[in-house]
């Protein structure tokens, strides 16, 4: 039993060692429909979809029609970052997500109750600020007869690990066999 706490509290003190050493959420946004010139600024959580029109013969998203939404912030390094791994950490994107940092594509989420993390180290600017811009899709499909929402409905962050760390729900621990104060540990 003793050999199986040591590891279990080894296996939680690295991965806090090995987890972000900052994460910093981003939560003001600029925001406009597809098709509209105009941004406006928010904070998020938001949900776009919430905003447009009810229409009784909309085919899903509960009687919404389906829309695209933008949504873009800027993001300013700071030099601590240098060698580290920077990450853009998504915690839902209704429906459908694509995601550039600086005019490159970083990464999409398929479907909205997914969060997600896009290495951006390579491509952060540290003299200048940095462009991340969202597309947020509810037009994906036949959709759903309920309401899902649409747009940047979770937090985002930006998460600063080593280069060498636990990724996104990295670290699982089991015990297939306890016995006679003895203890088989499986890692995934």
């Not at 700071?78 to 997500?97: A, H, R, T, Y």
């Not at 636990?166 to 621990?173: F, K, S």
């Amino acid at each position: 039993m003793k050999r199986y706490l040591l590891i279990t509290a080894l296996a939680f003190f690295s991965a806090m060692c090995l987890s972000a050493r900052e994460s910093r959420e981003l939560k003001k946004w600029d925001f406009r429909l597809d098709g509209q010139e105009e941004w406006r600024t928010l904070t998020i959580p938001h949900d776009f979809q919430f905003e447009l029109p009810w229409n009784k013969d909309a085919k899903a998203q509960g009687f919404k029609d389906s829309a695209i939404g933008w949504y873009k912030t800027t993001l300013k390094a700071d030099e601590s970052w240098k060698g580290q791994k920077v990450l853009l950490d998504f915690e839902g994107i209704g429906m459908v997500g694509d995601v550039w940092f600086n005019g490159e594509v970083v990464g999409e989420i398929e479907y909205g109750y997914l969060e997600a993390e896009m290495d951006i180290t390579s491509l952060i600017k540290y003299d200048s600020d940095n462009e991340i811009l969202v597309k947020a899709d509810t037009g994906y499909g036949p959709g759903s007869r309920w309401y899902t929402g649409g747009g940047l409905y979770r937090p985002v962050h930006v998460l600063v690990k080593n280069p060498i760390s636990v990724g996104r729900h990295g670290v699982y621990v089991t015990t297939p066999r306890i016995e006679n104060g003895e203890a088989d540990i499986k890692t995934i």
